[in-house]
C-alpha cells in the first residue's frame, strides 16, 4: 500500500503519517479517502480512490469472459480479432480505427489479464490522486490509442490485446509530473516510475512471453506528453477543469462507439464457423 500524500499547500510528497508537512511546516489533516463515508459506492466495498480503476477492470474481466466462450468457437486468435485486436491491415487498409481503442481491454489469457489488473489496481489510485478522474480517464485513454497506434506501425501483422498500454500512458503521466516537479520528491518520482518501465520492457524481451513492447513504448510517450502539458488540478481554474472533463466525456463516448463497432461489424454465425 502507497502511504504517500500531497501536501495541500506546497504539493509536496508526503508520508500519510504526517500532521505537519516537514518541507512547508503547513498542518495537514486526514486524507479524505480515509474519512469518507462509505455505503456511497456498493455499500463501501471499493474505496473511492479505486473507483474508476475498479470499473476498468470489470469491463476488462467481462470481456475477457466473453473471449473465452468464443474461443471454444472459432479458437483463441479467432475471437480477439473479431472482438477488437489491434491489427494493422484491418487498422490502415479497412480503417477499423475502432480496434486501437477496442484492443486495449482485451485479454490473451488468465496470465495476461491478472498482471496487468494487478498493475492497474495498484497504479491507477495513485495517478488519480494526483491528476484527478477526469484527466485520470484521458491519460488511459491515449495511452491505450497511442500504444497500439505505434504498435500498428511498426508491428502491423501481430494480433494485439491488452490493457498495458493504457498503463504505460499512466507510467509516463507520473513520470513528466515527477519532471516537472524539479525537487527531490520529484526525482524520486521519477526513479520510482522509471524503474517500472525499466522492469515492463525487460520483461518484454525474455524469450517465450508474446509481449508488445511497442505498445508500451508507444503508450509510454503518448502518457508523458499528454501529463507534461495536463497539469493538475491543484491551482486550476474552473473552466480548465471543465475542458478536462469534456475530454475525459469524449474518450468514454468514443469508447462506447469503438465497442458498438465491434458489434456491428461482428460476424454471422455461418461467418463464425
Known sequence: MDNRRMCPNCRAFITTGDRTCPYCGQQVGPRAI???????????????????????????????IGTLYLEKTIGESNAIGVLGAKFGPYIFQDHEYWRLVTAGFLHGGWLHILMNSWVLYDLGAQVEQVYGTPRFLVLYF???????YMSALVNPLVHSVGSSAGIMGLIGAMIAFGVANRSSI?????????????YIIAFGLIPGFAVDNWAHIGGLAAG???????????RSSAAREGGWRVLAAVCIL????????????????????
Open 254 to 273: 468514443l469508447t462506447v462507439w469503438s465497442f458498438f463497432l465491434v458489434y456491428r461489424n461482428f460476424p454471422s454465425p455461418d461467418q463464425l464457423r
Open 186 to 198: 520529484g526525482k524520486a518520482i521519477r526513479n520510482h516510475y522509471g524503474r517500472w518501465v525499466v
Open 224 to 234: 508523458f506528453a499528454v501529463g507534461y502539458v495536463a497539469g493538475t488540478p491543484v
Open 142 to 148: 491515449v495511452g491505450t490509442v497511442g500504444g497500439f
Open 34 to 64: 480515509d474519512v469518507r463515508q462509505p455505503g456511497a459506492i456498493l455499500g463501501g466495498l471499493i474505496p473511492q480512490a479505486h473507483f474508476t480503476t475498479v470499473l476498468i477492470l470489470v469491463i476488462n474481466f467481462g470481456l475477457f
